[in-house]
């Protein structure tokens, strides 16, 4: 089982960038492929990134794409997500899951989710 806390979300401007980390803790962080997802108010939660436990597969919904980084520190038990050029439709709860097998861009594929952490962004 692994545990997870995001940080690092808050309040910016259209334009200006944020990253996100999540701290992994209980087995072996690695082995599992990691996401990120988000939901915004009265929406569904979305996919985001993600990333394969040696981070040799990454992928990202197109709404992100050369906007957002997705990548993990294994030393570290660490995600993160580099968030450059911020929208408004930004705004949401960002989560990250892990998942013991080989996950993608759905939810159910995804074992343990963290809290959440609220990224807001002012036009």
């Known amino acids: 089982q692994v545990q997870l806390v995001e940080s690092g979300g808050g309040l910016v401007q259209a334009g200006d960038s944020l990253r996100l980390s999540c701290a992994a803790s209980?087995?072996?962080?690695?082995?599992?492929?990691m996401g990120w997802f988000r939901q915004a108010p009265g929406k569904e939660r979305e996919f985001v990134a993600s990333?394969?436990?040696?981070?040799?597969?990454?992928s990202y919904t197109d709404s992100v794409k050369g906007r957002f980084t997705i990548s993990r520190d294994n030393a570290e038990n660490t995600l993160y997500l580099q968030m450059n050029s911020l929208k408004p439709e930004d705004t949401a709860v960002y989560y990250c899951?892990?998942?013991?097998?080989?996950?993608?861009?759905?939810?159910?594929?995804?074992?343990?989710w963290g809290q959440g952490t609220q990224v807001t962004v002012s036009s």
């Open positions: 209980g087995r072996t962080f690695s082995n599992y492929d």
């Open positions: 990333i394969s436990g040696s981070a040799g597969r990454r």
């Open positions: 899951a892990a998942s013991n097998y080989r996950a993608g861009q759905r939810d159910y594929e995804y074992e343990y």
